[in-house]
């Protein structure tokens, strides 16, 4: 079992930043990818970003350019930092990890991008 713990999440204005931090504990061998998706209320859940534990990431169109997303292998985290954040970026953000066949999420932190 991996768990995945969350921190970050908030309250900004739009144009503001934010950073999100997942760290993994457990069997935390061979995690392949670690990542972040958002859920919006009457929305389905979506991918925001992710990283292999080789270094390849990828974003979704929406957030390209404005979210970075960081892997520190030793330490088990995963970041994603949110610049030039939008009110559509306003969602319960949730971090993810795939080991083998088995994914693990977080339990969800809520950004709130107020207009």
């Known amino acids: 079992q991996v768990q995945l713990v969350e921190s970050g999440g908030g309250l900004v204005q739009a144009g503001g930043s934010l950073r999100l931090s997942c760290t993994a504990s457990g069997s935390i061998c061979c995690i392949n990818t670690m990542g972040w998706y958002r859920q919006a209320p009457g929305k389905q859940r979506e991918l925001v970003a992710l990283?292999?534990?080789?270094?390849?990431?990828n974003y979704a169109d929406s957030v390209k350019g404005r979210f970075a997303i960081s892997r520190d292998n030793a330490k088990n985290t995963v970041s994603l930092q949110m610049n030039s954040l939008k009110p559509e970026d306003t969602a319960v953000y949730y971090c993810?990890?795939?080991?083998?066949?088995?994914?693990?999420w977080g339990q969800g932190t809520q950004v709130t991008v107020s207009s």
């Open positions: 993810h990890a795939l080991r083998g066949f088995n994914n693990y």
């Open positions: 990283t292999t534990s080789s270094g390849i990431t």
